[in-house]
């Protein structure tokens, strides 16, 4: 199939980021015909869990990357780059060849956004900080008119009202040390079949269901206010909010 140009490019740092992270995002625009490609830096091979049964830590990276597969289809995705840079290790990786590849996929996709991790990995994870790094860099060094319009994931209050809620129902004592951001330029409001896709998209990722995602399925409320919420953040866009149909307002 020849590559559509002027789609989306969504960076991420491991399986799973793109559907718990982007989920709605994802859908919104792959379900609207809009061409969607994701880069995901590692195989999570770092993330046991013991989970699913019977599985072998030793297999993580091979099963990971199924799930991702999975999730891909799920979400409708166009294509999947998945690099084997270390789980955990991404900022002792060369961050300059990350940078250079990134840029390679925007100037082979032409993506006419990209969305990335902000400075705050959302709760302070190296990985996804570096792959934001990278990702911004790569952007950055796009000549002016090739230049795709560049936004992060964000945390805003509801939302990280949502992770203590969700975790706390889980009994989970873990808590992620969120820092919402006081003002976010883009809502990603999903409606109630929108939100069930997410979470299809999210159960691809077996492995990594903590036992509070699987607790807040008897909770629609929370599921609806929690995964029915992704903030964004414009970096740069010549058109930020969201048009009608509720996509990134470069895609009017
Ligand atoms: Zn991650």
Redesign the pocket.
């Known amino acids: 199939m020849e590559e559509q140009k002027g789609g989306l490019l969504v960076v991420?740092?491991?399986p799973?980021?793109e559907s718990?992270?982007s989920g709605g995002l994802i859908l919104r625009h792959t379900r609207a015909g809009i061409a969607t490609h994701l880069i995901c830096a590692t195989y999570?091979e770092a993330g046991w869990t013991g989970k699913p049964p019977g599985a072998k830590k030793e297999d993580l990276a091979e099963i990971r990357a199924k799930e991702l597969e999975e999730a891909a289809a799920a979400l409708a995705l166009s294509g999947v780059e998945l690099w084997d840079y270390p789980d955990g290790g991404v900022t002792r990786s060369d961050q300059q060849e990350i940078t250079q590849r990134v840029w390679d996929e925007i100037s082979k996709l032409r993506p006419r956004v990209v969305v990335g991790w902000g400075p705050d990995g959302?709760y302070g994870?190296p990985?996804?900080i570096a792959m934001g790094a990278c990702t911004d860099a790569a952007v950055a060094a796009m000549t002016e008119g090739e230049r795709p319009a560049l936004y992060h994931l964000a945390v805003d209050q509801p939302l990280a009202e949502f992770y203590r809620e969700a975790m706390h129902l889980g009994g989970g004592d873990r808590a992620l040390p969120l820092q919402p951001q006081e003002k976010v330029d883009v809502v990603i409001e999903l409606d109630a079949d929108e939100v069930m896709m997410k979470v299809r998209a999210i159960d691809c990722h077996r492995s990594q269901l903590e036992d509070w995602r699987i607790a807040i399925r008897d909770h629609p409320h929370l599921l609806q206010n929690g995964y029915g919420h992704e903030p964004y953040i414009a970096i740069s866009s010549r058109a930020a909010g969201l048009t009608e149909k509720g996509l990134l307002g470069e895609f009017a």
Do not use: L, Q
């Open positions: 991420m740092a491991h799973d980021d718990m992270g999570g959302a994870h990985d996804h």
